[in-house]
């Protein structure tokens, strides 16, 4: 009982074949699997750093050494084309900025270009309200706004850097505008006639444009947000608002009754015609009975003088005398001569 236990205490461990195995492969090829997953890893860097993507609604500049080289936009940027003259002296026209269209996958300088991207979507400005004063001197409160995108990265990093900078440089512009073309406004163009206040605004666009355009940003529509009537002002813009609107009902029903009294006057003048026709044609045609009738007449006297005789006096009997007359005649009158000769 003691010799066995001596035994299986003393009896070495058994060996693990798979695990000798895979522990003289790593002694053999471990330094080559080590490089080639370096080498892997540093590859995926090095492409990782090589390209970049540029998004359907993104921009991108990509600098070297702080020095812009690439400028890449939207196929439907047509920016630099549209302020070609305003743009002559500017670093994006002077050739040393490679100007590239279009989204997708794009290559650069690892490690040295550095590329940053920017939204081409619109951005919304909105003014504080300001008073403004018509042609007339009538004050009024209004708040603008205006929709603009960066257009040119370049221009836009360099002269602006910011969007803060880019809102404060909008407000410094947009406003002295607006104000410039309201000064020259009536009020009731102002406030009525949306015609007016458009292409009003139209002109004011054209020059904020010819400024902002240089600092990379184009602005794409600009309009009157709020207006609001200052106390003193209410009553008399309603009143004269009101006047407006009677005068343009007043015009409005006398056009009514002038077309009206045309359409009239032209069916009248054709009734009278058509009657005047009609009259014309029942005379032509009671002439042609008469005549017809006068010539039956005749052709009947001429077959029978006496007969025809006879019944024109029965004729003229049926017509002098009524139901239950009593006609007396004397010996001597023709018609009853007439009478008694075909009685007897």
């Known amino acids: 009982m003691q010799f066995n236990q001596f035994n299986q205490q003393s009896s070495p461990d058994p060996i693990n074949i798979n695990e000798v195995k895979a522990r003289q492969f790593i002694k053999k090829h471990g330094g080559r699997t080590v490089l080639i997953a370096i080498i892997a890893i540093l590859a995926l860097v090095l492409l990782s750093e090589s390209v970049f993507i540029v998004g359907e ?52 300088l690892p490690f040295i270009d550095k590329v940053e991207k920017y ?17 007339e001197k009538k004050q009024y409160y209004i708040t603008t706004y205006a929709q603009w995108s960066i257009t040119d990265p370049a221009l836009f990093s360099l002269k602006l850097g ?16 607006i104000v410039q073309l309201i000064n020259r406004m009536l009020a009731d163009n ?39 009537l200052p106390t003193g002002n209410i009553e ?16 409005l029903r006398s056009e009514g009754d002038e077309e009206y009294n045309k359409v009239v006057a032209a069916a009248d003048l054709e009734a009278r015609q058509i009657e005047a026709q009609a009259v014309s ?16 007449y005749a052709e009947a006297y001429s077959v029978d003088a006496d007969f025809y ?31 008694m000769q075909f009685i007897k």
């Open 57 to 108: 609604a993104e921009q991108a500049m990509v600098s070297r050494f702080g020095v812009i080289k690439r400028l890449i936009t939207n196929s439907d940027n047509d920016f630099h084309q549209r302020y070609a003259d305003q743009l002559k002296d500017e670093i994006t026209s002077s050739g040393d900025v490679k100007l590239q269209v279009g989204s997708g996958l794009h290559f650069k």
């Open 119 to 135: 939204s081409s979507r619109l951005y919304t400005y909105i003014s504080d309200s300001e008073v403004v004063n018509t042609l």
């Open 162 to 177: 910011s969007m803060t900078a880019a809102e404060n440089q909008l407000d410094n512009i947009i406003h002295p505008v």
């Open 190 to 228: 102002f406030i009525s006639n949306k015609d007016a206040l458009n292409t009003a605004l139209q002109e004011g666009l054209t020059t904020i444009n010819q400024d902002m355009c240089v600092r990379g940003i184009e602005v794409k529509d600009i309009q009157i947000h709020r207006t609001i």
């Open 236 to 251: 008399s813009t309603y009143a004269r608002m009101q006047a407006d609107r009677a005068k343009e009902a007043q015009q």
């Open 281 to 296: 044609q029942a005379g032509a045609i009671r002439g042609e009975g008469e005549a017809s009738a006068a010539e039956i």
């Open 309 to 339: 005789a006879f019944w024109r006096s029965l004729q003229a009997l049926e017509k002098a005398l009524g139901e239950n007359a009593t006609l007396v005649l004397d010996q001597t009158n023709p018609l009853f001569a007439d009478l």
